[in-house]
T-cell receptor, first 114, second 113 residues
């Protein structure tokens, strides 16, 4: 597609529920990143995919968070047993993989855990 | 520890005025530095990117500078417009591996008429 698409744009869920956030990267971009942005803060790294594999998942805060990219394009960020502290904007970005190329960010999914 | 610090945290200016945003970083090894503009409810959009050897880069009314010796960068906005109201985020790429991005917390700029 023309840009990085994230769905849903907003998600309100109850504490303890399971949520899935979806990211459709730019077609052909091999690198995909997930970030979490709390109010008034810069994005915080969660996980990086190169192709289908998670090359760096060191930013995932705990084992309630998991992400997949089974076919090397669309990625899903999964959060189990959500907590109020998980409330944030979850951003996805994709790139062609080298530092001289720009990263393109999606508009994010605003997750609110009540 | 790799860190990017920005100042001021927030800024209010009148339409038509200029302003300068600051970024200090302690990132090693350094690959490049980018400035992003993030409108409310949107993802960040790249304004400029500078490598180690570049001192200045312009994009319309935005001019970024980089001093790799002091590890400082600035973003200068000329003749501000109401549409410049946004958060401006300084991002440094760590060299090697997969180009990990280190984000600053951003400067929230409000341009008033």
């Amino acid at each position: 597609g023309a840009g990085v698409s994230q769905t849903p744009s907003n998600k309100v869920t109850e504490k303890g529920k399971y949520v899935e956030l979806r990211c459709d990267p730019i077609s052909g971009h091999t690198a995909l990143y997930w970030y979490r942005q709390s109010l008034g803060q810069g994005p915080e790294f969660l996980i990086y995919f190169q192709g289908t594999g998670a090359a760096d998942d060191s930013g995932l805060p705990n084992d309630r968070f998991f992400a997949v990219r089974p076919e090397g394009s669309v990625s899903t960020l999964k959060i189990q047993r959500t907590e109020r502290g998980d409330s944030a904007v979850y951003l996805c970005a994709s790139s062609s993989g080298t530092s001289t190329y720009g990263y393109t960010f999606g508009s994010g999914t605003r997750l609110t855990v009540v | 520890k790799n860190q990017v610090e920005q100042s001021p945290q927030s800024l209010i200016i009148l339409e038509g005025k200029n302003c300068t945003l600051q970024c200090n970083y302690t990132v090693s090894p350094f690959s490049n530095l980018r400035w992003y503009k993030q409108d409310t409810g949107r993802g960040p959009v790249s304004l400029t990117i500078m490598t180690f050897s570049e001192n200045t880069k312009s994009n319309g009314r935005y001019t970024a500078t980089l001093d790799a010796d002091t590890k400082q960068s600035s973003l200068h906005i000329t003749a501000s417009q109401l549409s410049d109201s946004a958060s401006y985020i300084c991002v440094v790429t760590v060299s090697g591996g997969y180009n990990k991005l280190i984000f600053g917390a951003g400067t929230r700029l409000a341009v008033h008429p």
